[in-house]
């Protein structure tokens, strides 16, 4: 098979990727049909293309009827010319069925936690959580359901500012909407020296979150 990389630019300049946002090592996709079993039939065509091309999908089903499907090779830890490929053979599928397509609800979330010590307390998370190892900073859920916990290593201890914060990564069209829309919502704005890689902005009382994507990164 070929494995050949695809960068994020690439994938949004190129043709028949619409539906499709890269975020954190894979490319994400939002299809909504009319019911259940509408989107249930969808999947089973989505099921029977990823058997032909010997490439598979996650693809997460919810009431009323929307599905939200990834894609990444696994085999080279990014996202390859054969995700792209199928990509495309689902889009063109999901309109054949008359889905609609909601390409800026493209989100992953994600935990941080400040420390010093990584080794100190690395094992009680991934023992409390029932996660597993994807890294030397990285815990995962095993289900792939729940959002990863990783670990920033400090130089110094952070004492004027909480030790946790929450990674949101959006869709790199999406991130200035949603910005706005927190500010509006009473948040302020901690810090864009990083931006459009990421803004760390915050509640009123101070806790944190990074609002993510892959532009400058």
């Known amino acids: 098979m070929d494995h050949t990389r695809v960068s994020p630019a690439d994938l949004a300049a190129a ?19 009319g019911s259940f079993t509408a989107a249930a039939e969808l999947v089973s065509a989505f099921a029977a293309a990823a058997e032909r091309a ?36 689902l889009s063109t599928l999901a309109r054949a069925a008359g889905a609609g397509s909601q390409p800026l609800r493209a989100q992953r979330t994600e935990i941080a936690i400040d420390t010093m010590d990584l080794s100190r307390i690395r ?19 095993p289900r792939r359901q729940d959002p990863p916990l990783w ?4 130089d110094e201890p952070r004492t004027q500012r909480n030790r946790f914060h929450v ?27 990083h ?23």
């Open 123 to 141: 094992p009680f998370w991934q023992a409390v959580l029932g996660y597993v190892e994807a890294g030397d900073n990285v815990l995962v859920d």
């Open 15 to 33: 043709d028949g990727l619409d539906d499709w946002r890269f975020l954190l090592g894979g490319i994400h996709a939002t299809f909504t049909t």
């Open 195 to 217: 931006a459009r890689s990421w803004w760390v902005l915050a509640d009123a009382d101070g806790n944190e979150v990074c609002v993510s994507t892959w532009q400058d990164r």
């Open 54 to 89: 010997e490439h598979h999908p996650d693809i997460d089903l919810r009431y009323p009827g929307t599905l939200h499907v990834t894609l990444t090779t696994h085999a080279v830890g990014a996202v390859t010319t054969l995700d792209v490929d199928l990509a495309r053979e």
């Open 167 to 193: 990674d949101v990564t959006v869709a790199h069209d999406e991130a200035e909407a949603r910005i706005r829309a927190a500010l509006a919502a009473g948040g302020r704005l901690v810090d864009d020296s």
């Open 151 to 154: 670990f920033q290593q400090m």
